[in-house]
């Protein structure tokens, strides 16, 4: 008997990283919760030689040895999501693998609706296109055909033109869903709320009360066994040009009129054409031992760490600095943005012990996720004697689960809702950011695993007389 297929996701590179380790597992968590859409099927395309209960073997081996969940695997979901997918062994440079795709769609899994994930390296997205166009897989036969690709979406804004060229060549706006997994987190898409729905603190938020904002994305593990990927991205193109980007946007944007995808996107984008770039601002670094890394170049100068500092070019937040930094292997996984306030004009307390610090908004947007108020308190006893003190809201008071950013990804992707993806022009804009900060000419400094990050860092925004935060570990731990 032949199963009424409605949806056929079809994965590029599924035995790859991104797949093994954010999509089965979203897809896991969807099956979990019975919100796996009514008649999917899961093809996944790979290059190592699986038969389907071979690759369904694989895949269990993945989930429950290395298990990217925090929580325990149900055989019987397991079971439920492995036998939707189905496995085709094939090189994707090649016109093949799209011929024996298009006969496993039309024989084994016929169906109207079609999702292509482009879980791949993004240097292959061209090729991918061209041959899903060329195959007729593309052609809509009375249902759907939508794209997923991954950031970085190009290496430059040349490159990401020619990308967004072909997209559109092919595809309607409508079709293509261009991801960035930081914009559905759950603490990002709080952001909005937060400022916007309440009164209290955004009238703060701006070049009379901010000293600076910084911005960190750090990880404490380094590339894993992503080298080939690693070598042509680096930090500023892997995490720079998207994440932080999209963290600084959804802080800093004026508000929206209305709560709708192309009012925030255009938003965003008017925020980052804002950016003022600051060539000689910037910084790279490398990690210890980066160079014996897997597929890396041994005299490698890939940058696996950068700062760099910006302003917004605005009324509201002319010459408050900026400084954003982000790597791997350093001293702690932790992705934050937090305003720092001026101090009071006329303080009461000036000789007090700590008197002298001041206060800061954190957006804490993993792990812990949360948003917290540092304020300065009196100590109880008959001194006067300042502490630091926190307002916190914590999301693990709320005891429900998170749910990862992938999890959502699909689900609008499922159901054809754009609002948290990127549109071209803003991808565009992100690039030309970059482009314009340059940097190409500086070679990494090689830091210490562990630390947090090389010397330069710290004398950039030294020179500017402050000092990096040191993201705490407690925040909303408890
Ligand atoms: C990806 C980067 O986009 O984000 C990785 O390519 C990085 O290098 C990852 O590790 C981090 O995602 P998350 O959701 O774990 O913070």
């Given at each position: 008997m032949t199963e009424d297929y409605k949806l056929v996701l079809v994965i590029f590179g599924i035995t790859g990283n991104l797949a093994q380790i954010k999509l089965l597992p979203a897809l896991y968590d969807l099956a979990k919760l019975g919100m796996l859409p009514k008649g999917l099927a899961i093809l996944g395309i790979g290059r190592k030689k699986f038969t389907n209960g071979e690759f369904r073997e694989f895949t269990k081996e993945r989930m429950s040895g290395r298990?990217?969940?925090?929580h325990n695997i149900s055989t019987e979901t397991e079971e439920k999501l492995l036998s939707k997918i189905h496995y085709l062994e094939g090189d994707i440079n090649e016109k093949e693998i799209y011929k024996k795709i298009r006969l496993y769609l039309q024989e084994k899994l016929t169906c109207e609706n079609k999702i292509f994930y482009?879980?791949?390296?993004?240097?292959l997205y061209e090729t991918i296109f061209n041959h899903l166009e060329k195959s007729g897989l593309n052609k809509k036969a009375g249902g759907f055909v939508r794209v997923m690709i991954e950031k970085p979406i190009g290496t430059d804004l040349k490159s990401a033109r020619k990308i967004n060229g072909l997209l559109e060549k092919y595809y309607?706006?409508?079709?293509i869903y261009r991801i960035d997994h930081y914009l559905t987190k759950e603490m990002m898409q709080n952001i909005l709320t937060f400022r916007f729905d309440n009164r209290i603190f955004e009238q703060l938020i701006n070049r009379d009360n901010l000293d600076h904002i910084q911005i960190i994305m750090a990880e404490e593990f380094g590339i894993e066994l992503r080298g080939g990927y690693y070598e042509r991205t680096g930090a500023l193109k892997d995490i720079g040009q998207n994440h932080l980007l999209q963290m600084l946007a959804l802080t800093t944007m004026q508000p929206p009129q209305n709560f709708t995808n192309e009012e925030i996107t255009n938003k965003r984008i008017e925020l980052l054409k804002s950016l003022i770039p600051e060539p000689r601002k910037i910084v790279f670094g490398q990690y210890e031992g980066?160079?014996?890394?897997?597929?890396?170049?041994?005299g490698s100068l890939t940058d696996t760490f950068f700062a760099l500092r910006t302003e917004i070019n605005n009324e509201r937040f002319k010459g408050v600095p900026i400084y954003i930094r982000g790597g791997k292997k350093l001293a702690q996984t932790v992705a934050e943005v937090s305003f720092v306030f001026k101090k009071p004009?006329?303080?009461?307390?000036?000789?007090?012990?700590?008197?002298n610090q001041p206060n800061i908004l954190i957006y804490r947007i993993q792990p812990n996720e949360g948003i917290v108020l540092r304020f300065l308190s009196k100590f109880p006893g008959e001194k006067m004697k300042l502490e630091n003190e926190y307002m916190q809201f914590c999301?693990?008071?709320?005891k429900v689960n998170l749910p990862d950013a992938y999890l959502k990804i699909l689900l609008d992707a499922f159901a054809g809702d754009q609002t948290f993806f990127i549109d071209a022009p803003e991808l565009e804009t992100q690039w030309e950011f970059i482009d314009r900060i340059g940097g190409k000419d500086i070679k990494p400094e090689i830091y210490k695993t562990g630390s947090w990050g090389p010397k330069a860092a710290d004398k950039l925004i030294e020179a500017d007389g402050r000092k990096w935060l040191e993201p705490s570990p407690v925040f909303c731990a408890l």
């Amino acid at each position: 008997m032949t199963e009424d297929y409605k949806l056929v996701l079809v994965i590029f590179g599924i035995t790859g990283n991104l797949a093994q380790i954010k999509l089965l597992p979203a897809l896991y968590d969807l099956a979990k919760l019975g919100m796996l859409p009514k008649g999917l099927a899961i093809l996944g395309i790979g290059r190592k030689k699986f038969t389907n209960g071979e690759f369904r073997e694989f895949t269990k081996e993945r989930m429950s040895g290395r298990n990217p969940h925090e929580h325990n695997i149900s055989t019987e979901t397991e079971e439920k999501l492995l036998s939707k997918i189905h496995y085709l062994e094939g090189d994707i440079n090649e016109k093949e693998i799209y011929k024996k795709i298009r006969l496993y769609l039309q024989e084994k899994l016929t169906c109207e609706n079609k999702i292509f994930y482009l879980a791949t390296y993004p240097f292959l997205y061209e090729t991918i296109f061209n041959h899903l166009e060329k195959s007729g897989l593309n052609k809509k036969a009375g249902g759907f055909v939508r794209v997923m690709i991954e950031k970085p979406i190009g290496t430059d804004l040349k490159s990401a033109r020619k990308i967004n060229g072909l997209l559109e060549k092919y595809y309607k706006e409508d079709q293509i869903y261009r991801i960035d997994h930081y914009l559905t987190k759950e603490m990002m898409q709080n952001i909005l709320t937060f400022r916007f729905d309440n009164r209290i603190f955004e009238q703060l938020i701006n070049r009379d009360n901010l000293d600076h904002i910084q911005i960190i994305m750090a990880e404490e593990f380094g590339i894993e066994l992503r080298g080939g990927y690693y070598e042509r991205t680096g930090a500023l193109k892997d995490i720079g040009q998207n994440h932080l980007l999209q963290m600084l946007a959804l802080t800093t944007m004026q508000p929206p009129q209305n709560f709708t995808n192309e009012e925030i996107t255009n938003k965003r984008i008017e925020l980052l054409k804002s950016l003022i770039p600051e060539p000689r601002k910037i910084v790279f670094g490398q990690y210890e031992g980066y160079r014996k890394e897997k597929d890396v170049a041994p005299g490698s100068l890939t940058d696996t760490f950068f700062a760099l500092r910006t302003e917004i070019n605005n009324e509201r937040f002319k010459g408050v600095p900026i400084y954003i930094r982000g790597g791997k292997k350093l001293a702690q996984t932790v992705a934050e943005v937090s305003f720092v306030f001026k101090k009071p004009d006329r303080r009461l307390t000036k000789a007090a012990e700590l008197a002298n610090q001041p206060n800061i908004l954190i957006y804490r947007i993993q792990p812990n996720e949360g948003i917290v108020l540092r304020f300065l308190s009196k100590f109880p006893g008959e001194k006067m004697k300042l502490e630091n003190e926190y307002m916190q809201f914590c999301y693990r008071n709320l005891k429900v689960n998170l749910p990862d950013a992938y999890l959502k990804i699909l689900l609008d992707a499922f159901a054809g809702d754009q609002t948290f993806f990127i549109d071209a022009p803003e991808l565009e804009t992100q690039w030309e950011f970059i482009d314009r900060i340059g940097g190409k000419d500086i070679k990494p400094e090689i830091y210490k695993t562990g630390s947090w990050g090389p010397k330069a860092a710290d004398k950039l925004i030294e020179a500017d007389g402050r000092k990096w935060l040191e993201p705490s570990p407690v925040f909303c731990a408890l």
